[in-house]
């Protein structure tokens, strides 16, 4: 299998997870408060967006490559 055609696959792969979550989320914690022995953290949720475009210049680009490899 060409490697062209990988690349095209995981590029359609990546482009539909895209699609389907929208973003990365991480939680991150940090200390809230600390007093001698008591020590209070909190947590913090994040999220880094993934716009839509991303996702699909993603699946342009894989079908993109499978019809290239395809006629070569």
Do not use: C, N, W
Request: no cysteine; proline share 7%.
């Amino acid at each position: 299998m060409p490697t062209s055609r990988i690349i095209g696959i995981l590029l359609i792969v990546l482009g539909i997870a895209a699609f389907a979550y929208q973003g990365i989320r991480y939680t991150t914690t940090e200390k809230a408060i600390d007093l001698g022995p008591i020590h209070v953290t909190a947590e913090k949720e994040h999220t880094f967006p993934i716009p839509p475009l991303v996702g699909i210049a993603a699946v342009t680009g894989g079908i993109l490559l499978l019809i290239g490899s395809r006629r070569s």
